[in-house]
């Protein structure tokens, strides 16, 4: 039982790691950086992944859902679309600085700098819908491993899928910190390079969206 659990969890954190699924929280915490506000937007982004694989499982253990061949298919287009959307959103924000303050201040004894401040909603509703449609993208890897976990016991098959779900929030969560921290860090410096994640952070997301509809 600690085996399956172990294996879950570790696989959870292997699968929030797949270009998709970093380039879309990237955008965001290239927008809003530090290391606090980005741990919530990976959390939030592995708590909708995490409700889709368990609704999902769920369905496949109680009610023997099985999901159509080409269903992965098109849900990885819907996320490809999601991403060159998000990617373009960001370039547009970046291009045009509208909608931003800038100021300049201190930290502590550093020299005074200048950010940018985009005048932007929470975000986290969006994100947890986004980790809902990679969650149900991720679906059909995560029912083919759960027979396996089903063949011990219910209460195994429960626990794979928590683990499982456990390990994208938490994984997720710390990838989200580093790049805040990151983006953060070097921003101190310059509005522009501030400026520039958020571009990098929009082309990248297009990349790989276009690359996801036409695997």
Do not use: C, N
Not at 59 to 70: D, E, G, K, S, W
Not at 83 to 95: E, T, Y
Not at 128 to 156: D, E, F, R, Y
Request: glycine share 12%; net charge positive; hydrophobic share 55%.
């Amino acid at each position: 039982m600690l085996l399956l659990l172990a294996s879950a969890l570790a696989l959870g954190m292997l699968h929030t790691v797949a270009p998709d699924h970093v380039a879309a929280v990237g955008v965001f915490v290239s927008r809003r950086p530090g290391w606090r506000r980005a741990v919530s937007y990976g959390a939030r982004w592995g708590l909708g992944h995490s409700i889709t694989i368990v609704v999902v499982g769920a369905l496949v253990l109680m009610a023997r859902l099985r999901l159509p061949t080409a269903f992965e298919s098109q849900v990885d287009r819907l996320v490809g679309v999601v991403l060159i959307v998000l990617g373009v959103q960001a370039m547009r924000r970046a291009w045009r600085a509208r909608g931003t303050t800038s100021h300049v201040h201190r930290h502590g004894a550093a020299s005074p700098h200048t950010h940018v401040h985009p005048h932007a909603h929470d975000d986290g509703g969006k994100l947890l819908g986004i980790g809902m449609l990679h969650g149900l993208a991720g679906s059909g890897a995560l029912v083919v491993a759960l027979p396996s976990a089903a063949a011990a016991s219910t209460a195994g098959s429960i626990g794979y899928l928590a683990a499982f779900g456990a390990g994208t929030i938490v994984a997720m969560s710390v990838l989200a910190a580093a790049l805040g921290a990151a983006v953060q860090a070097a921003a101190v410096t310059s509005a522009r390079i501030e400026r520039r994640a958020v571009l990098s952070a929009g082309a990248i997301s297009i990349v790989v969206g276009v690359w996801w509809m036409l695997r």
